[in-house]
């Protein structure tokens, strides 16, 4: 009877021994667990709150830099330019919507100063084109640069400077 016994006790304390073992395993697995994720996560949350202190900077004009370098900003030209266009098989009727992309708030005053000068420019550099030329992506991109270079010279006569960065089209329709 007492070999019984002794064989119960050994077999309840292995036992014991295993749920033991068991939880520790588990333990050191969520804390590596844990640790991972603070390691690789915890640096990320530090470069986000980096990032939300430097929007913050910008929004109250702390680090702005000015003139030239300054901040994007968007000048839209009040209306569309609406023009035909020869094509090789007919004329085509097109419109474009166009925003400027200048820098800094000196140059956005400037911009939108000149307004009638910057519309007939545009439309002149439009109209000059081609429907055949305006179908294919490097058509228009080659009318947007070539917008843009007559644009900047028209404002560098009339301002005496460059204001204008990019011709960005905001919409583009032919028939």
Do not use: C
Not at 45 to 74: C, F, H, I, K, M
Not at 115 to 139: C, Y
Not at 161 to 169: C, G, S
Request: aromatic share 6%; glycine share 6%; hydrophobic share 45%.
């Amino acid at each position: 009877m007492a070999a019984d016994d002794d064989l119960k006790l050994t077999e309840s304390k292995w036992g014991l021994k295993k749920i033991i073992l068991l939880a520790s395993a588990v333990v050191v697995v969520l804390i590596v667990a844990a640790g991972a994720y603070f390691y690789f996560l915890g640096g990320k949350s530090a470069e986000s709150a980096d990032g939300a202190e430097a929007v913050a900077n910008q929004a109250s004009g702390e680090n702005r830099p000015t003139g030239p370098e300054g901040n994007a900003l968007y000048v839209a030209m009040p209306r569309p330019f609406v023009f035909n266009v020869p094509g090789s098989a007919r004329d085509r009727l097109v419109q474009i919507k166009v925003q400027l992309l200048v820098r800094g708030s000196n140059n956005e005053t400037v911009a939108q100063r000149h307004i009638p000068l910057i519309e007939a420019s545009l439309l002149e550099s439009f109209s000059s084109a081609s429907a055949d030329e305006m179908v294919t992506t490097t058509g228009k991109d080659a009318l947007k640069n070539k917008a843009l270079s007559d644009l900047q010279q028209a404002l560098l006569e009339v301002a005496g400077t460059v204001v204008v960065e990019e011709v960005l089209f905001t919409s583009f329709v032919m028939q």
